[in-house]
Nanobody
Framework: QVQLVESGGGLVQVGESLRLSCAGS????????MNWYRQAPGKERELVAG????????NYAESVKGRFTISRDNGKKTVYLQMNSLKPEDTAVYYC?????????WGLGTQVTVSS
């Protein structure tokens, strides 16, 4: 079955960096676009970044452009989210997402807290 496992979250200060990882299994990782979403308390889940199967194209939410970078290693079946210049408004649970056969799959999420 499809499984996504996120890691790398934590508590950081404003301006610091974190790198999130998401390991996928149970599906042919290399042929699917992958996404990172986040959900802050009291807010809806929002798309943060996406990447095409070969990593040729990426897209970002306006709020993270220039600060976050999504990448993937298909050999390791892992997608990454490098987050720089973190702000308090980046505080959220970050989720990895893939759509396989028109069904959305999610990991359990990893908490990112940015303290001022």
């Amino acid at each position: 079955q499809v499984q996504l496992v996120e890691s790398g979250g934590g508590l950081v200060q404003v301006g610091e960096s974190l790198r999130l990882s998401c390991a996928g299994s149970g599906f042919l990782f290399s042929i699917y676009p992958m996404n990172w979403y986040r959900q802050a308390p009291g807010k809806e889940r929002e798309l943060v970044a996406g990447i095409t199967p070969a990593g040729s194209f990426t897209n970002y939410a306006e709020s993270v452009k220039g600060r976050f970078t999504i990448s993937r290693d298909n050999g390791k079946k892992t997608v990454y989210l490098q987050m720089n210049s973190l702000k308090p408004e980046d505080t959220a649970v970050y989720y990895c997402n893939v759509k396989v056969n028109r069904v959305d799959f999610w990991g359990l999420g990893t908490q990112v807290t940015v303290s001022s």
